[in-house]
Structure formats: structure tokens, C-alpha cells
């Protein structure tokens, strides 16, 4: 209430205090209670009152299509996302995308929708944006297998990245290693990683297995271990990186040559481990050896050939991907004009593959500081309705604070599907962010094709990280 609408009701008040008449008392009264409700109306914004007639018609078209979405814990029941068995039954692989890689929300909604699907849908196994080599460590804890992890806790930090050391991803584990715990050896998950970022686990795995295989080949593959270390030296020449490029093909080489003979010793799971490993040696080998550019297309044609081989070499028949949201978007013509790694998945399994995103409106999240030196980690704030024309602030002028949105549906009004084919800012932070430039972390592009299925919370909190 304003303070001439205060003064007024005072106004009133008082004069029926001074004539004391039972007529001018209930005109009075009800006069006040009028002007009371106007004040308190006015304090309430229309949230379409800044939007253009076209995009006030739009929000008004998603209110009939979207279904909401009570929360992102995982451990609510699933009744909210019924809405999605249709299209879920039909996949064999899920991408599921966080629109930033530090927001407690999307993080639990990916749990929640894994364990949805392993209880729904018949999913047992979830692949994260992770190292190949310290994720195998990490699912032979979930298993119960000897390994050098005590804890959930530990497995989690274990990863590399702050990225997944963060409670949402202990809570995912743990809930992982109990459930396994309660069944047998066939019904149990399992824990993959698709990333070929680092090389710190897969020697170890290869020496492991080739002592059971090949004892005679561990000096070989020790001195290729040191010659890697000599290649991650920014002072190392061309002609000790061809060495190690030359010997780690070599290597991979044996194993493809003593396929049947080593599988039969060894274990043909374990030697597909080895083997992958191996490869993955090669990817990490290829990414660094040339520009920015070159990295960014490779890492991702990269993560999809090690996604297509947990299909195919380690057979299993449903998998559920955790990466960004640009990692697991249907982009045919992404960075440096190249697909993202679900462009080259979409191209390979058509209809099976199944892209989940999530974005916010308002959102606070862990992140590191572009703008300050060293990019300290920390957390920072974005808030959408500073573009308006982008997609993330129009989401959140729809009547449910949490919502899910089916893209491809066959029922979608002409307005909507006109807007999401249509090129309009998208905000998606990655690993870093520098608040006073926020303009430049949003692309310009269309929701339609690039991904299925929406998830939308309005406002966010930061992921927690494990101390």
C-alpha cells in the first residue's frame, strides 16, 4: 500500500470516529477494505506485464502443454514424471544435460530421473563426463570390489573434476553402492565414464591386467608410463611425443592382435577394460597435439566412440549419460562446426537416443571466477530476465515455478513451435563464469533439435561441495 492510499484509509477512519453515525460506519469500512485490497494487489508484478503480445502469447500456449514438476529430490516418489514413460520406454540411451556444471537442482534431478529410470524403465548403468580409468575404480566400489575407495565420500572426490565432488554426487553413489547391496551380481548398477581427459588410471589398469596375461610386457609398458609423464612436460619436443604416440599404438595394437588368447586368460570383461584403457591413451595422446579447436571436436567425437562402446563391447542395452548440457544436445553443427558428442550419437542410434535438459531463470552456482586471477572457484548469480528475448527468462514467466516440457510432441500450438525453432538466446555455463560479462555465455540457437525433453526450474541454488 502506497502512502496516500494510508493516509486516505486513516482519513476515513477518522471522520467516522468524529460523526459516529452507523451509516458513514459501514461506507467507511468498506472503503477502507477496498483500498486496502488495491494496495496490496499493486505490490503483486504481472509477470507478462514487460512481455511483447507475441511472447505474452507464447507463455500462454506453453501453460496448456507443459506438466509440472514438484521438486528435484531424489528421493520423492515419481508420479510427476509420468508424463515422460511414453518417450522413455523407447530409449535405449538417455543424455541427461545440466545447464551449468555447479547447480544443486539439476544435479539432483539427474539423480532423481536415473533412479526413475532403473526403477521404471529397467536401466542399470549411468555414465558420467568423467575419466574412463578412475571410473572403473569407482564402480568396482560399488560393486564391492577391492579398490581404493572407503567410502561414497571418497569416490566422489576421487574424480578429478570439482565438478563431481559435491554432495549431489555422494548422495547418487551412495544410494547406488546400497542398492547394490540388495541384489544379485546381474541385477546390480554400474558406473562408466565417457571423458579421455587424463591418463592417471588407465597404466595401472593396463599393468594389472598384462600381468596376468603377458608378465614379460610390464617393463615395456612401465617405461611407456614414464615416457607419458616426459610428454605432459611443456618442455617436451615433438620427437619424444611421436615416441610415446608411436608406442601407445603399438601397445593398443597387441592388445587387438592377442584378442582371443588374452580374453580367454584374463577375462573378456577385464580385457575389454584394458583394451578401452589403452584407447583411451590414444584419444588423450590426439586431443593435446594440436589447437583449442582441435581439442573441443575431438573430446567430443571422442566421448561418443567410448559411449557406442559400452553399448557394444561391454553389451549393455540401457545407458543414462551425465554431462553438460551442450555435451549431450543433438547438435549436428556444433563448436568449431563440428557435432557435439549427442550430435554423433543422435546420428548413430536415430530415435534411441533421448536428450533431457535442464535450465534456470534465476540461479545462483559454483563455478570459478573468469573475471579474477587463477579462477578461483566460488559462487556466482545469473538472472535471465536481463535478456529478455532469451528462452530461459520466457520459461520462466509460465504459471509453474518447476515444469517439464515434451519438444516434440505432436499436439504443440504453432506459436510454440514457431518459437523453439527459432534461433533466441540460451544461457549454459560451463566450468567458469565472469558475472559482469554474462552476455557472453549465452548462444544464440533453437531448442528444437537439439534437444527432447526440457526441464525448467525457476530459481537455483549452488551445488554443494564436499569439503
Given amino acids: ?65 507443459i506438466f509440472p514438476i514438484q521438486d528435484a529430490n531424489p528421493s520423492r516418489d515419481f508420479t510427476d514424471l509420468s508424463p515422460l514413460d511414453t518417450l522413455l520406454a523407447k530409449a535405449q540411451l538417455v543424455g541427461m544435460g545440466e545447464g551449468t556444471h555447479g547447480t544443486r537442482e539439476f544435479f539432483q534431478m539427474k539423480d532423481r530421473l536415473f533412479r526413475y529410470l532403473v526403477q521404471k524403465h529397467g536401466f542399470q548403468t549411468i555414465a558420467f563426463e568423467a575419466n574412463f580409468g578412475r571410473s572403473v575404480i569407482v564402480n568396482r566400489f560399488l560393486h564391492g570390489q577391492t579398490s581404493n575407495l572407503a567410502s561414497a565420500t571418497d569416490a566422489a572426490k576421487s574424480m578429478y573434476f570439482w565438478t563431481w565432488s559435491t554432495d549431489e554426487v555422494r548422495e547418487l553413489l551412495q544410494w547406488m553402492k546400497e542398492y547394490n547391496m540388495t541384489k544379485s551380481a ?75 588368447k588374452w580374453a580367454s586368460q584374463g577375462g ?38 567410448n559411449v557406442q562402446w559400452m553399448l557394444t563391447n561391454m553389451h549393455i542395452d540401457k545407458v543414462s549419460l551425465w554431462a553438460h548440457n551442450y555435451h549431450i544436445s543433438s547438435l549436428s553443427n556444433g563448436s568449431c562446426n563440428q557435432p557435439s558428442m549427442g550430435g554423433y550419437l543422435k546420428n548413430q542410434l536415430k530415435d534411441k537416443y533421448l536428450t533431457i535438459c535442464t535450465l534456470f531463470t534465476n540461479g545462483t552456482f559454483t563455478v570459478r571466477d573468469a573475471s579474477a586471477s587463477n579462477a578461483p572457484l566460488t559462487q556466482l548469480s545469473a538472472h535471465t530476465g536481463d535478456v529478455k528475448t532469451s528462452f530461459n527468462n520466457l520459461f520462466g514467466k509460465v504459471k509453474y515455478v518447476n515444469f517439464g516440457l515434451n519438444l516434440n510432441q505432436g499436439q504443440l500450438d504453432p506459436t510454440i513451435k514457431s518459437w523453439l525453432d527459432t534461433n533466441s538466446p540460451l544461457l549454459e555455463v560451463g566450468a567458469t563464469f565472469d558475472q559482469s560479462k554474462a552476455s557472453q555465455y549465452y548462444s544464440v540457437t533453437a531448442l528444437k533439435g537439439r534437444f527432447d525433453i526440457l526441464l525448467h526450474f525457476r530459481d537455483t541454488s549452488p551445488s554443494q561441495l564436499l569439503p
Fill in 1 to 65: 500500500m502506497t502512502v496516500n492510499q494510508r493516509f486516505t484509509v486513516n482519513l476515513i477512519c477518522a471522520m467516522y470516529n468524529y460523526i459516529n453515525n452507523a451509516r458513514v460506519t459501514t461506507i467507511c469500512c468498506f472503503l477502507s477494505y477496498c483500498l486496502l485490497l488495491i494496495g496490496c494487489k499493486s505490490t503483486t508484478p504481472d509477470p507478462l506485464q514487460d512481455l511483447s503480445t507475441d511472447q505474452i502469447a507464447t507463455v500462454q500456449a506453453l501453460n496448456n502443454v
Fill in 186 to 260: 546381474n541385477q546390480q548398477l554400474s558406473f562408466y565414464g565417457f571423458d579421455c581427459q587424463y591418463a592417471d588410471d588407465e597404466f595401472p589398469l593396463i599393468r594389472e591386467f598384462l600381468s596376468k596375461v603377458d608378465p614379460l610386457s610390464l617393463p615395456k609398458a612401465d617405461s611407456l608410463s614414464s615416457l607419458y609423464k616426459l610428454t605432459a612436460n611443456s618442455s617436451a619436443t615433438d620427437s619424444i611425443r611421436q615416441q610415446y604416440g608411436q608406442q601407445i599404438q603399438s601397445l593398443y595394437n597387441s592388445f587387438v592382435r592377442n584378442e582371443n
Fill in 268 to 305: 573378456q570383461q577385464d580385457y575389454e577394460i584394458a583394451r578401452q584403457a589403452a584407447r583411451i591413451l590414444i584419444q588423450l595422446q590426439d586431443l593435446t597435439s594440436g589447437d583449442n579447436c582441435n581439442y573441443f571436436i575431438k573430446r567430443d567425437k571422442y566421448m561418443a566412440e
